[in-house]
């Protein structure tokens, strides 16, 4: 058993913290809002994702877990201290290193004995150095000689099936200066690997590992929609092209799904970091610079095809959306394409009704506090709470999450409820087809 603190209770910090208390180590997570901490305490998870509640609740009932506003607390009573604060992006698209450069401060203020000091938030190349140096800044003007390791381990979970991810990864990266610091994380992870490899490797390949790893997925998304677009000129189906190049084991058949572009936190976010990053060395990241371009040019493309079937003018039409979340099985919407789509229709002058079955609190907050349209939003948005009655009197179905519900509906109601049978899909969940027998006037990415 491992004492461990993990600062941060974000989407990585939570999950991290709750999967190493099931593994039976003793964790404390440590968080500036006392609101989300008490909220914690009893039980109850601040973000959606399967299963994480009931962990929650089975390792604060066992007193493996514990949740506290205390940093002191936290750093003297842990062996080993994970950073999993947030990095939003700066204006010119770097990551702001501001809170995890002030955890290190804290840590380095309460540190009474030999710490692993881990990054665990996705950050630059070299940003371990930058803590690192923080560290030693403060043990130097404290006047102590404390021992220490800082390690960088990056996260590859997805949301929606983090807890797996977490118990059952398929790789876990670290960086490491020296061997004592990596036996100990060996340690911890041995549990977790289940024959898989655990990479000892030095903290900047580790950390480049984490952008160069969703930068290539990244970069799988917007290739697949650059073909999918050359499909509907020439009369392709882009399902079949995928099927056809992803049994190639040199491609695989993972990532290759056409759709209105990949959004959440962290492509977007660690394309243009990465992009800054070459930026700031003098390398020109020509390739990752046309990833970013394609994938705005693809959310735009499919706003155009349901403008396109309207004449040109959305004015007056009331369109429903099905998704807000940027993808199945949880609750962010951070850069989903759904919120561009319904943006895109509130200046043209249409009404959209959205629903959600678990991210549309997350996009009342946004549309009411973040989006540029807050005023157009606040008298032509409106979320329901049932996914048939929102396309009541509906001049088409927009469909931008691919959440389960929607791939077996009753097709019937549907037509029902909308004013015609129109539906724009963005996620390629049905059949065109079958749509076309139905009765649907059916459009979708790639595919005629």
Known sequence: MVKISVFGTGYVGLVTGVCFADMGHEVTCVDIDSSKVELLKSGKSPIYEPGLDEMLT????????NFTTQAQEAVQNSEVVFIAVGTPPQEDGSADLQYVLKVAEDIATHMNDYKVIVTKSTVPVGTWKKVKTKVEEVLKKRGVNVEFDICSNPEFLREGSAIEDSLKPNRVVVGVETA?????MREMYEPFLNGNPLLLMDP??????????NSMLAARISLMNEFSRVCEQVGADIEWVRRGIGADHRIGPHFLYAGVGYGGSCFPKDVRALIQTGDELGEDLKILKAVATTNNLQQNNFFKKVKAYFEGSLKGRKIAVWGAAFKPGTDDIREAPALTMIESILKEGG?????????????KKYFATHSPVKAEAAKHLHFIADQYDVMKEADA????????????PVFNKMKENLKKPVIFDGRNIYAPKKMKERGFTYTSIGRN
């Open 180 to 184: 004592k610091a990596g036996n100990i």
């Open 397 to 408: 179905l927009v469909i931008m999450t691919e959440w389960k519900s929607f791939r077996e």
């Open 351 to 363: 009404e959209v009704t959205c629903f959600d079955p678990v991210a549309a609190e997350s996009a």
């Open 58 to 65: 089975t390792n604060i009932k066992a007193s493996r877990l």
């Open 204 to 213: 900047f390949s580790s950390e480049m590992t984490k952008y160069a790893a």
